[in-house]
């Protein structure tokens, strides 16, 4: 159990140690200079010693008071802040969703305004995963690319997409022909190492030009690789998903209308147990709905 003096002596004390006057610790506290002085005078009986050295024309703190005042500020600028926060806090439930930064920033986000708009009450927070991640139990749910095969957790196919390449304007205009590509810096994701293999063979080039070691740069996200196109680094293969908007753009260029189908889907991936969440079932049905407009 706690022994603490009166919160409301240590308040007084405490404001008029920083301000050095009663007055004006009263202002701030909008108490009278007579209340802060008898709680002040309260405080330091009960403590057994004095905090401040009054003088005709100065309050100056003793020795044990600017030992105590230090303390006193920090905990209730601590309180202080710690309120802010709860208050700020939204009643309604809260989903955290899991997916890889490109499909949130290129898919998700755009499109989350209309969730909101028919839920507000549903606070929704993206967190990093994809698959250079592991499934993690914090997140209500995630959106994840993979085969559908996560251990332990349900997994709901959502959509695919195809992959073509991209690259900045001026680098498409010396591309006529995917032969040309031998010339190409290929921009690869690293864990989707089948990407540029599969795309190659169905163009009918030698594979042998998809080594990533062969005049090949490796990212980590298919986010990078685009934004690496972009800036006229090389060409990525992206799916379609990700880079129409800069196509139409006009950041990036198709120099080739063949694209190959993904060998993995978007799927929605979730414990069972996370089923009777609240703002699951909105989502999840949200999610359906902007699927079958891709269809």
């Not at 703190?61 to 802010?84: C, N, S, Y």
């Not at 709901?156 to 032969?179: G, I, T, W, Y």
């Not at 993904?262 to 709905?289: C, I, K, N, Q, T």
Request: proline share 5%; with cysteine; charged share 20%.
């Amino acid at each position: 159990m706690r022994r603490l003096p009166s919160l409301n002596g240590l308040r007084a004390f405490e404001a008029a140690a920083r301000h050095g006057s009663f007055t004006a610790a009263a202002t701030e506290l909008h108490v009278s200079q007579a209340a802060i002085s008898r709680m002040v005078k309260l405080l330091e009986e009960r403590l057994g010693f004095a905090l401040f050295d009054r003088r005709a024309n100065a309050l100056l703190l003793t020795e044990r008071g600017r030992a105590l005042q230090p303390a006193l500020t920090e905990a209730f600028d601590g309180i202080a802040r710690r309120v802010e926060q709860v208050s700020a806090m939204r009643a309604g439930p809260v989903l955290t969703v899991g997916m890889g930064a490109t499909v949130a920033v290129r898919w998700l986000i755009p499109r989350l305004s209309s969730f909101h708009i028919a839920h507000p009450e549903i606070e929704v927070r993206i967190a990093t995963g994809g698959a250079g991640a592991p499934m993690n139990d914090d997140w209500t749910c995630a959106v994840l690319l993979g085969d559908g095969q996560w251990p332990g957790y349900e997994a709901e196919r959502l959509f695919s997409s195809s992959l073509q390449p991209v690259c900045a304007p001026r680098l498409a205009a010396d591309l006529r022909k995917p032969a040309d590509l031998a010339g190409a810096t290929l921009l690869y994701v690293s864990h989707w190492g089948e990407d540029w293999p599969r795309w190659l063979a169905a163009a009918g080039v030698a594979d042998s030009r998809a080594d990533p070691g062969s005049k090949g740069l490796s990212f980590g996200s298919y986010a990078m690789t685009l934004q690496a196109a972009i800036d006229g680094v090389g060409v990525a293969l992206a799916p379609r998903l990700y880079s129409v908007d800069d196509i139409a753009a006009g950041r990036l260029a198709a120099p080739f209308e063949l694209a190959v189908p993904m060998v993995h889907s978007w799927y929605l991936v979730y414990r069972a147990s996370r089923r009777e969440d609240a703002g699951f079932g909105p989502f999840r049905d949200w999610l359906y709905a902007l699927c079958a407009e891709m269809e």
